[in-house]
């Protein structure tokens, strides 16, 4: 909650909204963006990986819920 307060008082709102609880769970649990440059055929890579990440969360009963898939690349937590 505190880190969607913080975004919201950055983006100049009175109030929090669910799109800062979604951005700030997103921050939270991927970590923050990396803004990379990558080749198409890097991109297309990273897409089917992430493609076979969402599959498997969806596919096998003990895997954590997907939320939200993206191409974009995140530092791991865990790692």
């Not at 080749?39 to 990986?49: M, P, Q």
Request: proline share 4%.
């Amino acid at each position: 909650m505190n880190e969607a307060a913080l975004l919201a008082a950055r983006r100049n709102k009175l109030a929090v909204d669910n799109h800062d609880f979604s951005d700030a769970f997103e921050k939270i649990i991927l970590g923050t963006e990396r803004r990379l440059t990558l080749s198409t055929d890097d991109r297309e890579r990273v897409a089917y990986h992430e493609a076979g990440h969402a599959l498997i969360g969806l596919l096998v009963p003990e895997a954590d819920p997907v939320h939200k898939v993206s191409i974009v690349p995140v530092v791991s937590r865990s790692a």
